[in-house]
């Protein structure tokens, strides 16, 4: 069974960074797609970012674009969101998720991902 683990949330200053990372039970080249996601109350899971295996496909929403990195280490089962000059809109808590059926094309979707964590918060605030 497949499980993701994720770890690196907490309270930071507004302009500040941290680091996500999302841990799976099985993550090899052969797996096409990892994505993060992030979850506010009142609103919709929005997909962030996402990374597939072999062709090094990336997407990042364009509210991250140019501050938050995906990156994956094979060798240690493990996918990164390091998030760099966070803004308190970024609060919320942060989901990896991962399917096996669709290669990083666009826009992460929900129901495009078949497991995911439990999730991470994330807090931007002074």
């Known amino acids: 069974q497949v499980q993701l683990v994720e770890s690196g949330g907490g309270l930071v200053q507004p302009g500040g960074s941290l680091r996500l990372s999302c841990v799976s039970t099985?993550?090899?080249?052969?797996?096409?797609?990892i994505g993060w996601f992030r979850e506010t109350p009142g609103k919709e899971r929005e997909g962030v970012s996402c990374?597939?295996?072999?062709?090094?496909?990336?997407y990042y929403a364009d509210s991250v674009q140019g501050r938050f990195t995906i990156s994956r280490d094979n060798a240690k089962n493990t996918v990164y969101l390091q998030m760099n000059s966070l803004k308190p809109e970024d609060t919320a808590k942060y989901f990896c998720?991962?399917?096996?059926?669709?290669?990083?094309?666009?826009?992460?979707?929900?129901?495009?991902?078949?497991?995911w964590g439990q999730g991470t918060q994330v807090t931007v605030s002074s």
């Open positions: 998720a991962r399917t096996d059926r669709l290669p990083c094309w666009g826009r992460p979707r929900v129901h495009e991902y078949d497991y």
């Open positions: 990374i597939s295996s072999g062709e090094g496909m990336i």
């Open positions: 099985t993550l090899t080249a052969e797996t096409p797609n």
